[in-house]
Every structure is written in structure tokens, then in C-alpha cells.
């Protein structure tokens, strides 16, 4: 490995998605290795209390860096939580000269073309086959991508985000710790705000209660949708987390090969009670971990807010 071949494969790393866009991963290189860490700093402890989604934040910045690593010719060696006394350590990557993984390089190509829509979708149905391919890309890191399918079920669904959506916009905790990340005087991180309409943004979220308002935005988004489908896995601890996240990383660049963004409907994920029905209804017997609607956006990708490397790596001395 080389510092200029590390450097590039972080950046890319980081391009992978978190809530709220708070990027909560750090890492740090070693001549052997790369380990990555979470970032308690920019955790969501009223929206994420247990570092679950963080934790899938960082699952998919790892798959990001195996991905540009296979790209580069690098053949991987990826231990998850390789050491349980050291704090925060979620994985270390070896990546050396060797037969990459050629499923994985594949999918570089589309690390830079991901991005995440928060507006509606286009009506038009997936490329044929998609579906299939995406399941999977999945199931290759030990998950199950499943479609919610039929009307009834996008109802059940939708209504149990409506839920979600308006206990958690009643919650003037949850309120202030969204309005925290909207950041209208920077651009490395955070939620899209302009230096003009984000602080009056920042202001109403913070102050004012939307859940009705958001409850019908997201009915429509997901009768709409072309595609809502929910990502589970068979256990519930930060090994699962971890393999949830390179699963839905796998998912979404291969969607974005195609031209395909994704949504987030975490709500009813991050809401105990509510999580616990969206088992019960869509996957018995396993953890809901990520639920996204597909589609061909309505909109170009906005301008991408990514903190520079020298931010988020440390370089250990040799």
C-alpha cells in the first residue's frame, strides 16, 4: 500500500451514507493494516441510542474500501471487531497484492455515482432483473433483501412510518438533535441547507412539530415508489450491524450502476415498539436493520458534503 493509493481508497470510503449525513467513521493506518473505527462524537443518541445505524454507517464505508481495493488489483483480508478490548474498533482491513475480488471491483465504478434522494422518485419501473441482482449482492454479505410488494403491504407499511413520524416530530429532543446537523455555514457534512434558508430551516425544525406533514410525504413516497424494500439480517448484534451495512452498500452501488437512487425510511426502524411490528409483518424470525425506496430521482444530485480525509485518518508512525 501506498500513501497515495490509501488516500484514495478512503475518500472513497467515506462517500458511503450515514444519517443525517454525519459520517461516523474513523480510521486509522497502520503499515500492516486499516482499521476503522465508529466516531462517538457524531453519534444520534436519541434517534440511534444503541450505535445501530452508526454502525451500518460504517458497514458500508468498509465495503467502499474493499470495493476501491479490489479495484486497484488488492486481494482483502476483513476481520469485524477483530478486538474486543480496543474500544470502538469495528474492523481492520489487510489489502495487498493479490487476486481481487472481482464482484467487488466491479461495483467501484459506481461508488462516486451514489447518492441518496430526499424527494420523490420517478414512475417508472426498474430495469428488468435488477431485483434478483440486487438480492443477491445481499445475500453475498449474509443478508436478505425483501420486496414490499402489493398495496396492502406498502399500506401497512406506510402507516406504521405515519407512527414513527409523529412520535418522533413530537419529540423536542429528536427535533433539536436533527436541526443540530444542519449546518447552512458548511459544507463537509451534514443535511443540504443554503447559508440563507438553513437557518430559518434549522430554526423551524428545531422549534416546530412537522410529524403530520412528514407522516403524508412519506405515505406518498412509499405507494409511489418503484421499489421499497427492507434489509434484514438473522441476528441483531454489531456483527449483523456490520454486515447489514457492506450488504446495503453492495445494494446501492450496484443499483447505481443502472441510474438507480435510493430513499431512507429509517423511521419506524429507529422507534423499538414500531420495529418490533415491522418484523412481526415483513420478516419473521429475523432484525429489520435498513428500509430504502428505489427509483430514478426527480432531481440532479446535489452538490456532495464529505469532510477531507485528513479529518477522519490518522497515520500511525512506521
Known amino acids: ?180 446537523w444542519i449546518h447552512p455555514g458548511r459544507a463537509n457534512d451534514g443535511l443540504p441547507a443554503s447559508r440563507l434558508g438553513g437557518r430559518a430551516l434549522r430554526f423551524l425544525v428545531d422549534r416546530f412539530d412537522f410529524g403530520g406533514t412528514s407522516a403524508s410525504r412519506d405515505e406518498v413516497y412509499i405507494l409511489h415508489a418503484p421499489a421499497v424494500l427492507l434489509l434484514a439480517s438473522p441476528g441483531d448484534e454489531p456483527r449483523d450491524w456490520l454486515r447489514a451495512g457492506q450488504a446495503l452498500e453492495r445494494i446501492l452501488l450496484r443499483a447505481a450502476l443502472d441510474g438507480i437512487q435510493a430513499g431512507y425510511l429509517q423511521q419506524p426502524l429507529q422507534v423499538p415498539d414500531l420495529r418490533e411490528r415491522v418484523a412481526a409483518a415483513f420478516c419473521p424470525r429475523r432484525w429489520p436493520q435498513v428500509c430504502l425506496r428505489l427509483g430514478r430521482p426527480v432531481e440532479d444530485p446535489p452538490p456532495r458534503r464529505r469532510r477531507p480525509v485528513a479529518e477522519f485518518v490518522e497515520f500511525a508512525p512506521a
Not at 457524531?42 to 434517534?47: E, F, K, T
Not at 445505524?53 to 476501491?68: D, M, P, Q, Y
Open 1 to 180: 500500500m501506498t500513501i497515495v493509493q490509501v488516500d484514495h481508497w478512503l475518500r472513497l470510503a467515506a462517500l458511503a451514507p450515514s444519517p443525517l449525513n454525519t459520517q461516523p467513521w474513523r480510521f486509522r493506518v497502520t503499515p500492516a493494516a486499516i482499521e476503522l473505527f465508529g466516531d462517538p462524537a457524531r453519534a444520534l443518541p436519541v434517534a440511534d441510542p444503541d450505535g445501530r445505524e452508526r454502525t451500518i454507517a460504517c458497514g458500508c464505508a468498509l465495503l467502499n474500501l474493499r470495493a476501491a481495493g479490489a479495484a486497484a488489483g488488492c486481494e482483502e483480508q476483513v476481520a469485524l471487531l477483530p478486538d474486543p478490548a480496543r474500544e470502538g474498533l469495528l474492523a481492520r482491513a489487510v489489502l495487498a497484492e493479490g487476486p481481487p475480488d472481482a464482484a467487488l471491483a466491479a461495483l467501484a465504478p459506481a461508488i462516486e455515482r451514489r447518492w441518496t434522494t430526499r424527494r420523490a422518485l420517478r414512475a417508472e419501473p426498474l430495469p428488468p432483473g435488477l431485483l434478483p441482482a440486487l438480492a443477491a449482492e445481499a445475500a453475498a454479505e449474509g443478508a436478505e433483501l425483501l420486496p414490499l410488494e402489493g398495496r396492502a403491504a406498502r399500506q401497512l407499511f406506510a402507516d406504521l412510518c405515519a407512527e414513527a413520524d409523529r412520535l418522533q416530530h413530537h419529540d423536542p429532543a429528536w427535533r433539536h438533535e436533527v436541526a443540530r
